[in-house]
T-cell receptor, first 114, second 112 residues
Framework: EPEVTQTPSHQVTQMGQEVILRCVPI?????FYWYRQILGQKVEFLVS????????KSEIFDDQFSVERPDGSNFTLKIRSTKLEDSAMYFC????????????FGPGTRLLVL | GESVGLHLPTLSVQEGDNSIINCAYS??????FIWYKQESGKGPQFIID?????DKRQGQRVTVLLNKTVKHLSLQIAATQPGDSAVYFC???????????FGGGTRLMVKP
C-alpha cells in the first residue's frame, strides 16, 4: 500500500538555525499538506499546496515558514531561524483531491530546537 | 468559538466489547469529517470518513455516525482488540479549502 514518507525521523537543531523537513507524498496525489503536533496537543494545520502554489495557510505559517515542491516527488517544509516553540512533530499529508478528499499522513519528523 | 471537540479524554473498554468515541463540532458549514487513529510515535492513520450528505458509513469493524442536527460525530469500533489501543481524533473540513481541523483526541485503552 502506498505511503507518505518523511525524512529525517528526528532532527535536533540550535535556536536560530534553519531546518528543512522532507516528504515524499503518495505518487498519484495532487494535494500536499503540512501539520504539526506539539507534544500532548492536537494536530494543527500549517499549509496546503496544490498546483505548485500555496492554497491555504494558517496563522502559524508565518514568514518563518516556506514550502516547496522542488521536483516531481518531494515536498519540503523550511523553517528559517528556528525558535524553541517550533519544537514539535511535523506531519506531511497528501490527498488525491482537496476539500472532501481523505488526507493520508506520513510518520512525522520530530523536531527539537535547543 | 468554533471548534471540534471530544467529550472524553480517555475511554477504557474490555477486549471484545464495542467502543464508542464521540466528537462534537460547532461549525454547521463543515461538510466532511474524518476519524484518525494515532499510535504512539506515529502519524495519524486514516480510519474512515463521512460527508455531510450521509448519516452513517460503515467500514471493517468501524462505523461512523453523523448527526447534523446536534452537530455530533461518533466512531463505533466493534469487538475492540488490543491493537485498537491508540488516540482517536476526529477532524473536520470546514467547507471550501483543504484545512482539516482536529479535535483534542480520545485515548482508547483496551483491557485484556
Amino acid at each position: 500500500e502506498p505511503e507518505v514518507t518523511q525524512t529525517p525521523s528526528h532532527q535536533v537543531t540550535q535556536m536560530g538555525q534553519e531546518v528543512i523537513l522532507r516528504c515524499v507524498p503518495i505518487s498519484n496525489h495532487l494535494y500536499f499538506y503540512w501539520y504539526r503536533q506539539i507534544l500532548g496537543q492536537k494536530v494543527e494545520f500549517l499549509v496546503s499546496f496544490y498546483n505548485n502554489e500555496i492554497s491555504e495557510k494558517s496563522e502559524i505559517f508565518d514568514d518563518q515558514f516556506s514550502v516547496e515542491r522542488p521536483d516531481g516527488s518531494n515536498f519540503t517544509l523550511k523553517i528559517r531561524s528556528t525558535k524553541l516553540e517550533d519544537s514539535a512533530m511535523y506531519f506531511c499529508a497528501s490527498s488525491t483531491q482537496g476539500g472532501s478528499g481523505g488526507q493520508y499522513f506520513g510518520p512525522g519528523t520530530r523536531l527539537l530546537v535547543l | 468559538g468554533e471548534s471540534v471537540g471530544l467529550h472524553l479524554p480517555t475511554l477504557s473498554v474490555q477486549e471484545g466489547d464495542n467502543s464508542i468515541i464521540n466528537c462534537a463540532y460547532s461549525n454547521s458549514a463543515s461538510d466532511y469529517f474524518i476519524w484518525y487513529k494515532q499510535e504512539s510515535g506515529k502519524g495519524p492513520q486514516f480510519i474512515i470518513d463521512i460527508r455531510s450528505n450521509m448519516d452513517k458509513r460503515q467500514g471493517q469493524r468501524v462505523t461512523v455516525l453523523l448527526n447534523k442536527t446536534v452537530k455530533h460525530l461518533s466512531l463505533q469500533i466493534a469487538a475492540t482488540q488490543p491493537g485498537d489501543s491508540a488516540v482517536y481524533f476526529c477532524a473536520e473540513n470546514r467547507g471550501a479549502g483543504n484545512m482539516l481541523t482536529f479535535g483534542g483526541g480520545t485515548r482508547l485503552m483496551v483491557k485484556p
